[in-house]
């Protein structure tokens, strides 16, 4: 159990443009999400917390604009990265927390987003 | 800045040596969890430790949340090449709606 998907897994796309990632919880349902970001051979960084129903909290240093989380059901939540730049070029992963659980969040297997 | 450190940041070894991975903090944190990680994959868990000084094992696996909850160790016995991959400890704040990543330790072991 507590399965949870990204698509795409990978996606190129052009500076300038547009790209929406989607996270969805499987076989439980998701109150919060969180979204990730992770470097090459470095750890992951916390970008926002998205809650169903409401708007999602960013951390400090990003850009609430550039990126537009929305997180419509307790199943899925999406991320877009608005007017991509080469320097958007990343990992992108997301987790979910149980509704049912108290403490695991359950992580995506990733996006990994190429802005050329 | 990293609010979680995690040391050491590389370790090869031969199958079959033990080793300890530490997750420091200055802060305290509600829950802590482990976490190993495949190149191109989401981190998988391990165990979630809560109580401060709780001890977890796993297998080969020993985890450790230290008595004020800001640090946690985690020791692996006799390590086999299928150990190889990047560890990351995760601390929880806020109520658990929040949780911070160590630096992660990339354990490299050599049959």
């Known amino acids: 159990g507590a399965v949870v998907s990204q698509h795409p897994s990978w996606v190129i796309c052009k500076s300038g443009t547009s790209v929406k990632i989607e996270c969805r919880s499987l076989?439980?349902?998701?109150?919060?999400m969180f979204w990730y970001r992770q470097f090459p051979k470095q750890s992951l960084m916390l970008m926002a917390t998205?809650?169903?129903?409401?708007?999602?909290?960013?951390e400090q240093g990003v850009e609430k604009d550039k990126f537009l989380i929305n997180h419509a059901s307790l199943t899925l939540s999406t991320l877009t990265v608005t007017s991509a730049h080469p320097e958007d070029s990343s990992f992108y992963i997301c987790?979910?927390?149980?509704?049912?659980?108290?403490?695991?969040?359950?992580f995506g297997p990733g996006t990994r987003l190429t802005v050329t | 800045t990293q609010l979680l450190e995690q040391s050491p940041q590389f370790l090869s070894i031969q199958e079959g040596e033990n080793l300890t991975v530490y997750c420091n903090s200055s802060s305290v944190f509600s829950s802590l969890q482990w976490y190993r990680q495949e190149p191109g994959e989401g981190p998988v868990l391990l165990v979630t430790?809560?109580?401060?000084?709780e001890v977890k094992k796993l297998k080969r696996l020993t985890f450790q949340f230290g008595d004020a909850r800001k640090d946690s160790s985690l020791h692996i016995t006799a390590a086999q090449p299928g150990d190889t991959g990047l560890y990351l400890c995760?601390?929880?704040?806020?109520?658990?709606?929040?949780?911070?990543f160590g630096s992660g330790t990339k354990l490299n072991v050599k049959p």
């Open positions: 998205s809650n169903e129903g409401s708007k999602a909290t960013y």
């Open positions: 987790s979910a927390r149980d509704l049912g659980g108290q403490y695991e969040q359950y």
């Open positions: 995760a601390g929880a704040k806020d109520n658990f709606n929040k949780f911070y």
């Open positions: 430790v809560v109580t401060g000084g």
């Open positions: 076989d439980f349902q998701a109150t919060t």
